[in-house]
């Protein structure tokens, strides 16, 4: 696109390992195809509050292996507004930013579509978020940094939970999308994953017990996802204390452990791979996708399809955990 002199980058929403490596790739791609880059600070709200600097290729020197992001991440309320995002396209415009990068999840790429409806700018999506919950890629940027973290803390409370004979309730994060709580499972050895995509956390708790999973072992692990509602694991083990006394139930909530760290080789790759397709893209003169990868190849999904179209888990995924841990 013959007009795109400056493209402004920014990660939003939650942080995901691999945002770093995806700001670099950005921002590398971008120069060497003669753009100028802006970072832009704390999402969207470094649109709307002017907190933005000018990137060199320096600017992101030995930050490929870090955790979190060097631009800061936020939830913008002001955001959400007609008002605030004009606000965020004036000071756009003042910066000579011609063109965005978005690396963020579901909200922030929901944003990056109503933003560029509106101002005809052309905005591009890179999905950033451990939870793997975007339409139209088999992988986000985070996610299997993720789901190693809660491999490693598993197998550490598979120690404890055998010494003790008791049984585990492991809370994860996902409480739209099952897939940390379901692979986790299936990578850990555990004995049950409860997820959103299944049948109410009620039943699926009444189908454990009744296939007695303890009798012939000395530990069970449960993955759960978060789930503001029931209470997750906690409303489980409570449940448990109250209706099934004889087992010795205890909870471990992973919490914010799960978004920090290295992020991995592989999420490493995807984000280097994601982050120069974005400039690929706004060189095509694509707008208003969100890279994807599909079968290990890249993709431009819609942002409607990406925020809307979510995946499902098949039946087949979850049987898994139940056939692998009689
Ligand atoms: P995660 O999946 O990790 O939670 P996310 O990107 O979904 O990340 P959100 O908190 O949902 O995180 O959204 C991040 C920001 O995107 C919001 O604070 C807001 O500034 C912007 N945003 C979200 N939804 C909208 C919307 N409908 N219109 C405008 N802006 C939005």
Redesign the pocket.
């Known amino acids: 696109m013959a007009h795109i002199k400056c493209i402004g980058v920014l990660t ?5 390992p691999g945002m770093n490596a995806a700001i670099r790739a950005v921002t590398r791609a971008a120069i060497y195809n003669g753009y100028r880059v802006v970072g832009i600070k704390r ?3 470094g649109l709307v509050y002017n907190e933005m600097e000018e990137f060199t290729s320096r600017s992101v020197s030995n930050i490929i292996h870090h955790g979190g992001t060097i631009l800061k ?9 007609a008002e ?2 004009r606000i965020a396209h004036d000071n756009m415009v003042a910066a000579g930013i011609d063109a965005l990068v978005v690396i ?12 560029a409806e509106e101002f005809d700018v052309p905005v591009v999506g890179l999905p ?4 793997n ?1 975007l339409g139209g890629t088999d992988m986000t940027i985070g996610y299997d940094t993720a789901l190693n973290t809660i491999v490693d803390a598993v197998d550490k409370i598979r120690d404890t939970a055998t010494s003790h004979e008791r049984l585990f309730f492991v809370e994860v994060m996902g409480h739209m999308a099952g897939y940390l709580a379901l692979n986790g499972a299936i990578a850990s050895g555990a004995e049950a994953a409860i997820i959103p995509e299944m049948e109410t956390e009620i039943d699926q708790l009444a189908d454990l017990v009744s296939r007695g999973f303890r009798k012939s072992k000395n530990s069970a692990i449960v993955l759960v996802a978060e789930n503001p509602e029931t209470g997750g694991a906690l409303g489980l083990a409570e449940r448990v204390k109250r209706e099934f006394p004889e087992y010795d139930a205890r909870v471990t909530i992973l919490g914010h452990l799960q978004r920090g760290g290295s992020p991995t080789a592989a999420d490493r790759i995807l984000a280097s791979r994601m982050g120069a397709q974005a400039i690929t893209a706004l060189c095509e003169g694509q707008r208003n996708v969100m890279i994807g990868i599909k079968n290990g190849e890249l993709v431009y999904v819609p942002f409607s399809k990406a925020t809307t179209n979510k995946r499902s888990i098949e039946a087949a995924q979850t049987d898994i955990v139940k056939i692998l841990s009689i």
């Open positions: 939003s929403g939650g942080d995901a999402g969207y709200y991440t936020a939830r913008c309320k002001e955001f959400t507004t605030g995002r963020g999840g579901d909200g922030s790429l929901s944003g990056a579509r109503i933003f950033g978020t451990i939870d919950d």
